[in-house]
């Protein structure tokens, strides 16, 4: 079972840039895809990217194509989601979540989660 800790949230201003880091114990972290995921208040939960087992496949949600980028360090046993050009509209709670096999988009397809981190992007 995986344990999830995301970390680097904060406050930031409308064009700025954070990275969110989410670490994972345990020796069997190549072996999941991961995803981040992000709930807005008063919003359903939404994916935001993903990223195969060995890093070679990525998918993003069009809202933040072409500003996100999600990478993985399995040395570090460590994901990344690099955000830019961030928005009012980013400011959410953010998830990773992992699951054994291939890389989704579902957030229910997802079997470990973190506890999330806080983005706040002021205008």
């Known amino acids: 079972q995986a344990q999830l800790v995301e970390s680097g949230g904060g406050l930031v201003q409308a064009g700025g840039s954070l990275r969110l880091s989410c670490a994972a114990d345990g020796r069997t972290f190549s072996t999941y895809a991961m995803g981040w995921f992000r709930r807005a208040p008063g919003k359903e939960r939404e994916f935001v990217a993903a990223?195969?087992?060995?890093?070679?496949?990525?998918y993003y949600a069009d809202s933040v194509k072409g500003r996100f980028t999600i990478s993985r360090d399995n040395a570090k046993n460590t994901v990344y989601l690099q955000m830019g050009s961030l928005k009012p509209e980013d400011t959410a709670v953010y998830y990773c979540a992992a699951r054994d096999g291939g890389t989704r988009r579902v957030a229910n397809e997802y079997d470990y989660w973190g506890q999330g981190t806080q983005v706040t992007v002021s205008s």
């Open positions: 990223i195969s087992r060995s890093g070679g496949i990525t």
